[in-house]
């Protein structure tokens, strides 16, 4: 196994072992050659499940099926892990052929709306209506990558991340600041801290996604959520919504401010260049997912031990409509039933999630593994040098009006590359913003 750096589809890594873990891609095995059982999953309520392999999320993925297979002799889970990769491949293939598991593991968003669009999931809304306790027991920001057309066709487990502000204290404290409280106020910061040969951002424009993130905010801050939920729902020229125009200047002005690191375009995210910029106090602030806590916890000394770093919801646009509470990232990974299995497997799968999926040993495992359960009341098992941040990701996801989707996983795969595409654009400038909604429009719905 290689020490790859972490990414933001991985899981906190807050212990000394999980900071500096690969990618749950990046170690185990690539998963068996066959397609591991499809969908019937045997007889006697037998069922399949399939998910991602390597630290840290597969070792408690194997818990909670162990714990469910002792408490139900007669009705078990046999498990699947794939690599990353893979697993994307081979669940498509496996469902295409209607040789799939009982249980699909995923990212809600716009991979599961394809699932949907071909009947291969199963409607979850009355079934949980009727089990309202379980439902209860969730975050209820969570459910919205779930769902599609209003309806729950996946199950909201293991743990959310949200995008937050990041900053360096130290770096604040030369230029005699507080951390900005709004868009105006950031902006006033931007001369201040180029003054001190500060950056005032850290970006690694060249992964991308990166840039992405502050789209999604400026655009929630300045229009609310409903803009993109046009979008995402496939409405005519969505974009064309004034409040894009907007975001998309505001963007663009940041840039021409020099507000981030110079060449940040030929920075990767995949290096961790980003974070050391951040805690090496040559930028000032980074926007960026929960998880990057726990690369600076493990790469950068002491900057986080000594309380170096501080963190923040992304503050309000001046005049803006969007709920200060609102957050974007992931609000969690999903569990689907497939439509194509028996009866008896399906029952299998949903007393999978009303009982070992929401009990407390699931809840403490993903603490353990360093990130915040989607389930509720986690709060008391944050302890430890890390507990602050924990509790305040799970303030932040808890009390969010709305916790939106990473849009590049909440659109198609088609959408979501001409998205990145045109946003690498507009950061280099390459785009006007009109011409940046001209091309978002002409995707939306493929």
Not at 234 to 249: F, I, N, R, T, Y
Not at 255 to 263: D, E, R, S, T
Request: with cysteine.
């Amino acid at each position: 196994m290689t020490n790859n750096p972490i990414s933001r589809r991985n899981f906190l890594g807050l212990a000394a072992g999980a900071a500096g873990a690969a990618a749950l891609a990046a170690c185990g095995s690539s998963g068996p050659s066959n397609s591991g059982g499809g969908s019937t999953g045997g007889g006697g309520g037998a069922a399949s499940y399939w998910s991602l392999s390597g630290p840290p999320g597969e070792p408690y993925r194997q818990a909670a099926i162990d714990r469910f297979n002792k408490a139900n002799p007669d009705s078990k889970i046999t498990p699947t892990f794939f690599q990353n990769d893979a697993y994307k491949q081979k669940i498509k293939t496996a469902l295409g052929a209607n040789q799939g598991p009982t249980m699909i593991w995923g990212w809600g968003g716009g991979g599961l709306k394809e699932y949907v669009n071909s009947n291969q999931v199963e409607d979850l809304t009355d079934w949980l209506a009727q089990n309202a306790a379980v439902k209860d027991k969730i975050l209820s920001s969570s459910f919205g990558a779930g769902t599609v057309n209003n309806k729950v066709y996946a199950l909201p487990v293991e743990t959310v991340q949200p995008i937050v502000l990041f900053y360096n204290k130290e770096a604040f404290s030369k230029i005699g600041a507080e951390p900005p409280k709004s868009w105006g106020e950031i902006m006033s910061l931007v001369p201040k801290f180029n003054a001190q040969k500060i950056a005032p951002f850290s970006l690694a424009g060249q992964s991308r996604w990166t840039n992405m993130m502050w789209l999604e905010f400026l655009l929630d801050r300045t229009a609310g959520s409903e803009v993109f939920d046009r979008v995402f729902a496939g409405e005519k020229d969505a974009w064309s919504d004034p409040a894009v125009l907007d975001m998309l200047q505001k963007v663009q002005d940041l840039v021409k401010a020099n507000g981030f690191i110079k060449g940040f375009s030929s920075i990767a995210a995949d290096s961790n260049a980003d974070q050391a910029l951040l805690y090496t106090g040559k930028a000032a602030m980074m926007v960026h997912g929960s998880w990057s806590y726990g690369i600076q916890k493990e790469q950068g000394g002491n900057f986080v031990k000594d309380g170096k770093l501080g963190w923040m919801n992304f503050p309000p646009v001046e005049g803006g409509k969007g709920d200060p509470t609102n957050t974007v990232g992931n609000p969690g990974q999903y569990l689907s039933i497939s439509s194509k299995a028996t009866a008896e497997a399906k029952e299998t799968a949903k007393k999978f999630f009303s009982t070992t999926l929401v009990d407390d040993e699931e809840k403490a495992g993903w603490v353990k593994s360093g990130g915040v359960p989607v389930l509720k009341g986690a709060e008391s098992l944050f302890t430890g040098d890390d507990a602050q941040f924990l509790k305040d990701m799970a303030g932040i996801a808890n009390g969010a009006k709305t916790f939106a989707q990473s849009w590049d996983q909440a659109l198609s795969p088609t959408a979501a590359e001409t998205l990145l595409d045109n946003i690498a654009k507009l950061f280099q400038l390459q785009v006007s913003p009109q011409q940046w909604v001209d091309a978002m429009n002409g995707v939306i719905g493929k």
